[in-house]
C-alpha cells in the first residue's frame, strides 16, 4: 500500500504524504529528499514516517529528514512534535541511545603542523578512550556519584575540576537538563553506566581528526572560532548502556499504559503514554538524566582527548569547545513536545538558548559525516521553524551492517582510506566494515537538501586526517 509513487512532490526538496493517504493520519507526513535520494530510502522508514502520523496528539506533520532510514519506531531522522496538553511522549522518539550527540573541538593549529604527529596523536587518544560494546574504564564510579552526574551532568563535572565553564557555556542545556529525578532510574542502568563515563561505545561512535577545508559562511565561522586550514577533533557518541537501559525499561513501562489509557497504534514498537500522565512524566525525566549522562561522557572524552593532544604536542596546545549537540532528545519546547530521533536541533538567530557568542549568527549544527568522507558545520535559520527548527544528523544508513560487511572487508576500507592519506585506528576489522563509506549516503547531497530547504546554512565543511572508531 505504502508506494513512493503515493509522494506529492512539494518542491525539489520536500516530498508530502497527504493526511487522506491512510484513515489513522491525524497529520501529514513530510519527507525531505531530492529524487535521488528518495530512491534510496526503504519502503518500511516510509510506513514509519506515516506511523507517526498516527500518534495522539501530533502537530503540524510527522517529519523526516533526507538522512532517513528505518528504526525502532519512530524512523531514524525523524521529527514529530506533541501538543503538551493533550499529546504523548515515545521513547521510540528518542531512541535507546538518549542525546547521542556531536562535539566539535577547535584547535589554533594547521594541517601542515599537525601532519608529524598525527599517528602519535590518534593512537594516544585511542588509548586513553576506551571505546567497544559495553567496555568500560577501570575505575568504577559510586552509586552516589552516578546519581549526581544524572542530576548535574557535565556542569556537575565542571565543579569537579574537570574542564572549564566555556565547556559548559557553549554545550546545549549548558550540559545539564533541569527536572531530574535519579530514583525513576533504575539500579541496573546505573550499574551498566558505572564504568563508562569517557568511554566511545561502538557502532557508528567514532572520534576524528579533521582539516577545515572549506568555510562558506565566513560571519558564522568566525563567530564559531573556525578558519581555513585549521585542525579540529569531532567526537560523536551518546549515553551507552545507561541510555539504552533506561529506553528498555520505559518500553515496558510504556506498553503496558498503552493499555491503561486505551491507545491504539499501527505499530507496537510506538508505544507511548500522554505526557501530562505519570508514566510520561517518569519517562520525561529519566530521558533527562541519561542526556545528563551522556555530556558528562563527552565531556569526560574531551578532558582525556586533551591530555592526549598536551602529550603529543606540548602543554601549550590547546582544545576548545565550538559546541556539542544531541540528535536524540524529547524537549519541551514552545508548550509542544518535540521529539527529534536522528535529526539535530537547529535553533535561529536571536534564540535566547544560544551562547552570546552565537546569538547573533545562529546555533551551530553539527554534521558528521560516514567514515572518510567530509562532514560539516552548518548553523540554523529562521524558516527552519517549517520542522521545528530541526535539520539532519548525519549522511545515514543506506544499506545495513550485514549487507556491509557482506560487500567489503575491514582491510579493505583500510586500505583505501589510507590511500586517501585518511588514517583508521579501530580494534574490530568487522566495525570499520559495518561502517564502510560505501553503507551510507552521500553526505554532500543530504546537507544541500537541508541547506536548500532552508532548514540550516553551510558553514564549513571539514575533511577526516584520522578516525578512531568505536568496535
Given at each position: 500500500m505504502n508506494s513512493k509513487k503515493d509522494l506529492v512532490k512539494i518542491s525539489d526538496w520536500l516530498w508530502e504524504l497527504p493526511k487522506s493517504f491512510r484513515k489513522d493520519m491525524r497529520v501529514p507526513s513530510h519527507i525531505y529528499a531530492t529524487e535521488k535520494l528518495l530512491e534510496k530510502i526503504e519502503p518500511e522508514a516510509i510506513t514509519q514516517v506515516v506511523n507517526v502520523a498516527t500518534l495522539p496528539g501530533i502537530v503540524d506533520y510527522s517529519f523526516a529528514m533526507p538522512d532517513i532510514h528505518t528504526g525502532y519506531g519512530f524512523v531514524i531522522g525523524g521529527v514529530a512534535a506533541m501538543s503538551a496538553e493533550s499529546g504523548v511522549i515515545s521513547p521510540g522518539g528518542v531512541g535507546y541511545d538518549i542525546a547521542c550527540s556531536v562535539r566539535l573541538l577547535r584547535s589554533y593549529l594547521s594541517a601542515k603542523e599537525i601532519s608529524p604527529y598525527i599517528?602519535?596523536?590518534?593512537?594516544?587518544?585511542?588509548?586513553?578512550?576506551?571505546?567497544?560494546?559495553?567496555?568500560?574504564r577501570q575505575v568504577k564510579l559510586s552509586?552516589?556519584?552516578?546519581?549526581?552526574?544524572?542530576?548535574?551532568?557535565?556542569?556537575?563535572?565542571?565543579?569537579?575540576?574537570?574542564?572549564?565553564k566555556e565547556d559548559i557555556e557553549y554545550c546545549e542545556e549548558r550540559g545539564r537538563m533541569e527536572g531530574v529525578d535519579p530514583t525513576l532510574v533504575s539500579d541496573h542502568a546505573k550499574q551498566r553506566g558505572r564504568d563508562q563515563v569517557g568511554t566511545l561505545g561502538s557502532g557508528n561512535h567514532f572520534m576524528e581528526?579533521?582539516?577545515?577545508?572549506?568555510?562558506?559562511?565566513?560571519?558564522?565561522?568566525?563567530?564559531?572560532?573556525?578558519?581555513?586550514?585549521?585542525?579540529?577533533?569531532?567526537?560523536?557518541?551518546?549515553?551507552?548502556?545507561?541510555?539504552?537501559?533506561?529506553?528498555?525499561?520505559?518500553?515496558?513501562?510504556?506498553?503496558?499504559?498503552m493499555e491503561k489509557y486505551d491507545i491504539k497504534l499501527p505499530d507496537r514498537e510506538l508505544t507511548c503514554a500522554p505526557f501530562n500522565s505519570p508514566e510520561g512524566q517518569n519517562y520525561f525525566a529519566a530521558m533527562k538524566a541519561g542526556a545528563n549522562f551522556s555530556w558528562a561522557n563527552r565531556h569526560m572524552i574531551t578532558h582525556y582527548i586533551r591530555q592526549a593532544w598536551q602529550k603529543i604536542l606540548g602543554e601549550d596546545a590547546r582544545l576548545e569547545l565550538v559546541y556539542d549537540v544531541s540528535h536524540n532528545t524529547a524537549k519541551l519546547e514552545q508548550g509542544r513536545v518535540v521529539h527529534r530521533k536522528g535529526a539535530t536541533r537547529a535553533f535561529p538567530p536571536g534564540h535566547p538558548e544560544l551562547p552570546e557568542k552565537y546569538r547573533e549568527v545562529g546555533q551551530p549544527v553539527l554534521i558528521p559525516g560516514s567514515m572518510g568522507t567530509a562532514s560539516w558545520v552548518l548553523v540554523g535559520q529562521k524558516e527552519g521553524e517549517q520542522a521545528f527548527f530541526s535539520s539532519c544528523?548525519?549522511?545515514?544508513?543506506?544499506?545495513?551492517?550485514?549487507?556491509?560487511?557482506?560487500?567489503?572487508?575491514?582491510?579493505?576500507?583500510?586500505?583505501?582510506?589510507?590511500?586517501?592519506?585518511?588514517?583508521?585506528?579501530?580494534?574490530?576489522?568487522?566495525?570499520?566494515?559495518?561502517?564502510?563509506?560505501?553503507?551510507?549516503?552521500?553526505?554532500?547531497?543530504?546537507?544541500?537538501?537541508?541547506?536548500?530547504?532552508?532548514?540550516?546554512k553551510k558553514v564549513a565543511r571539514l575533511l577526516p586526517l584520522a578516525v578512531i572508531k568505536g568496535e
Open positions: 599517528d602519535a596523536l590518534a593512537t594516544e587518544i585511542q588509548k586513553e578512550v576506551p571505546s567497544g560494546l559495553g567496555r568500560g552509586r552516589t556519584e552516578i546519581d549526581k552526574i544524572l542530576e548535574g551532568g557535565a556542569s556537575y563535572l565542571v565543579e569537579q575540576g574537570y574542564g572549564t581528526i579533521q582539516v577545515v577545508d572549506e568555510i562558506f559562511d565566513k560571519e558564522a565561522a568566525e563567530a564559531f572560532g573556525l578558519l581555513d586550514g585549521q585542525i579540529v577533533l569531532m567526537i560523536h557518541c551518546g549515553s551507552r548502556g545507561l541510555g539504552h537501559q533506561i529506553a528498555t525499561d520505559y518500553i515496558k513501562i510504556m506498553i503496558r499504559a544528523h548525519g549522511a545515514g544508513r543506506a544499506m545495513s551492517r550485514k549487507e556491509a560487511t557482506r560487500r567489503v572487508s575491514g582491510q579493505k576500507v583500510i586500505n583505501e582510506l589510507k590511500s586517501k592519506g585518511i588514517l583508521v585506528k579501530c580494534f574490530s576489522s568487522r566495525g570499520i566494515a559495518e561502517e564502510a563509506p560505501l553503507a551510507y549516503k552521500n553526505v554532500d547531497e543530504v546537507v544541500e537538501v537541508v541547506k536548500e530547504a532552508g532548514l540550516s
